[in-house]
């Protein structure tokens, strides 16, 4: 049958894809609007299988909080290029999916994906814009936190996305809390303190250390003494509480906290980042 421009405008507004995608949707369907958005999705589909082996390593990552600050999300949506990673619309995306976030609060990506958004889920959405864009897109990563307070920091660009969850609310917390956000996105430490690093880890570190003090010719007996030394570095290196202050470093961030209120720590943290 004929196809009519106006079908073929009315399509590209309710999918955004080519001119060219919609008019060939609409013949293959017989006109029927409903089966030509079903048929795009479906090249949708088959874009996402086709690249289902490309690396989608660029993207944008979005991290919000509640109005009263009990919650945050932080949502990962992952690209094939830069090009597409900057473009505003996809931003727009990303900021779109971690509203959606924010409002149901799902429990992991798999819930995110079942979503729904302006009559979709975003799985249906990802599909979708795979369609118009014709590069694989994905949310890569999705992490929620709950906690008295918490703050919510993006970081170069939005390639990194922070939450931290502190004990204490307020302006001035709030403020010093952003402070160990930024810290955290700069010096990605892997726990906030060292009840938070894997034994497994521990483990690991000391072997290592005492391979090689070994190596260095230091006497048996004072193998595991030092080892002990060198995993203290390993953990005011690696544990946020622990880490010195980047902007002060004279003290550590811990200290910086109780600085502002004797009360304020941080329990936990997310952090999302391209490529990290």
Not at 39 to 46: D, F, H, T, V
Not at 124 to 152: P, R
Not at 170 to 184: F, L, R, V, Y
């Amino acid at each position: 049958m004929a196809i009519t421009a106006s079908q073929v405008n009315e399509l590209r507004k309710a999918t955004g894809a080519g001119m060219m995608d919609c008019k060939k949707a609409l013949q293959e369907n017989d006109g029927d609007m409903q089966a030509a958005i079903d048929y795009l999705r479906k090249k949708g589909q088959k874009i996402s299988d086709k690249r289902s082996d490309r690396e989608s390593n660029e993207g944008v990552v979005i991290a919000l909080t509640s109005d009263d600050n009990k919650k945050g999300v932080v949502v990962e949506l992952n690209c094939e290029t830069d090009f597409v990673a900057k473009n505003a619309d996809f931003v727009a995306l990303a900021e779109k999916f971690a509203n959606v976030a924010m409002s149901n609060f799902p429990a992991d990506k798999e819930a995110l994906l079942a979503c729904e958004l302006d009559g979709s889920t975003i799985k249906d959405v990802l599909l979708d814009n795979m369609a118009k864009i014709g590069e694989k897109i994905e949310i890569g990563n999705y992490a929620t936190l709950e906690a008295e307070n918490v703050v919510s920091y993006i970081h170069a660009g939005n390639k990194i996305g922070v939450l931290v969850g502190l004990t204490v609310g307020g302006d001035a917390a709030s403020n010093a809390g952003k402070d160990a956000a930024m810290q955290i996105a700069a010096m990605n430490p892997m726990a906030v303190n060292k009840d938070g690093i894997a034994q497994e880890a521990i483990d690991r570190e000391l072997e290592i250390a005492k391979e090689q003090i070994l190596a260095e010719g230091k006497p048996e007996h004072m193998v595991e003494k030092i080892a002990q030394g060198k995993l203290g570095k390993f953990f005011k290196e690696n544990t946020l509480l622990s880490q010195p202050f980047v902007k002060d470093s004279s003290m550590s961030v811990e200290k910086m906290l109780k600085s502002v209120d004797t009360n304020l720590t941080v329990i936990a943290f997310r952090r999302l980042g391209i490529g990290a």
